[in-house]
């Protein structure tokens, strides 16, 4: 792997594990084994490094979003997948929360200016939600239930690490499934 696609692994490891704000240069370059000479060829400063972080993760969304478009048969199906994301990921969930949830929290904490471009990723849920809410006939409301669905699976990522519960995460994503059925009936 490139030495510059390496940094961008390591940081989005350890923004998600440690935050954007606790993570140094330093933290990244021990990750990857660099000097930092070597470290800043490739990054002058840690927005880039973030804006990198940012568009990856934004390529694992686009990816992981064709990828339910063909796994799930029935609009219903491929939001299923979705909402099981969490049981998928609740061991790194239950440590570190949802990894773009979490970021667009710390970043709007900080009023940073990426902000907004970590925001367009919850924006890609939200916006492919909608299309499955619609392809179920729900057209009026379609917006409306894919906010609903995207701040439940949130709020269910934040008590998971907080609780600890698999428990918890398995009920909740069996009820946020049954609603799921609901909305396609």
């Not at 470290?39 to 339910?68: C, G, N, P, S």
């Not at 299309?131 to 906010?147: H, K």
């Amino acid at each position: 792997m490139p030495t510059r696609d390496s940094i961008i692994q390591a940081a989005d490891t350890l923004f998600y594990e440690r935050g954007f704000e606790h993570t140094s240069f330093a933290d990244i370059a021990d990750a990857v084994k660099i000097s930092r000479g070597n470290f800043y060829y490739h990054f002058k400063a840690k927005d880039e490094i973030l804006a990198a972080v940012i568009a990856l993760r934004e390529e694992r969304t686009r990816a992981m979003l064709r990828q339910w478009e063909t796994e799930g048969k029935s609009p219903a199906e491929r939001v299923c997948l979705f909402v099981e994301l969490l049981v998928r990921n609740q061991t790194q969930i239950m440590r570190h929360g949802c990894p773009v949830g979490s970021l667009c929290t710390e970043l709007a904490k900080l009023r940073h200016p990426g902000r907004s471009e970590a925001n367009a990723i919850l924006g890609l849920f939200r916006v492919w939600l909608r299309e499955q809410f619609q392809e179920m006939g729900r057209e009026a409301d379609a917006d409306a239930l894919a906010l609903h669905l995207l701040a439940r699976s949130q709020g269910v990522a934040v008590l998971a690490q907080s609780l600890r519960s698999k428990e918890f995460v398995q009920h909740e994503v069996d009820l946020m499934s049954a609603w799921v059925a609901s909305c396609a009936a």
